[in-house]
Nanobody, 118 residues
Framework: QVQLVESGGGLVQAGGSLRLSCAAS????????MGWYRQAPGNQRELVAS???????NYVDYVKGRFTISRDNAKNTVYLQMNSLKPEDTAVYYC????????????WGQGTQVTVSA
């Protein structure tokens, strides 16, 4: 069973940057698309960025141009570089492998908290 461990969150001022990491156990990491999700208080968890096995990326409109997802298959790690952060980006961020719009492939990790102050 793949385990996901997210890290890199923290408190940052608006306009600042953070780089999140997600380390996955298991050799099947490179065989699966990966995504970054976030869940703000009172909201559902949502997919904000995804990357295929060959490196193609996709983003929701409100993070395009600010967030960049990447992966290092040799390290079984996926990253999310977040620039020009806004208070509305405040959420717990998780990684997983999207199967469909609502389904994911692995158990959820603990997530990493990102807090953006105004």
């Amino acid at each position: 069973q793949v385990q996901l461990v997210e890290s890199g969150g923290g408190l940052v001022q608006a306009g600042g940057s953070l780089r999140l990491s997600c380390a996955a156990s298991g050799s099947i990491f490179s065989l699966n698309p990966m995504g970054w999700y976030r869940q703000a208080p009172g909201n559902q968890r949502e997919l904000v960025a995804s990357i295929t096995t060959d490196g193609s990326t996709n983003y929701v409109d409100y993070v395009k141009g600010r967030f960049t997802i990447s992966r290092d298959n040799a390290k079984n790690t996926v990253y999310l570089q977040m620039n020009s952060l806004k208070p509305e980006d405040t959420a717990v961020y998780y990684c997983n492998s999207p199967v469909s719009r609502t389904l994911v492939r692995f158990n959820w990790g603990q997530g990493t908290q990102v807090t953006v102050s105004a």
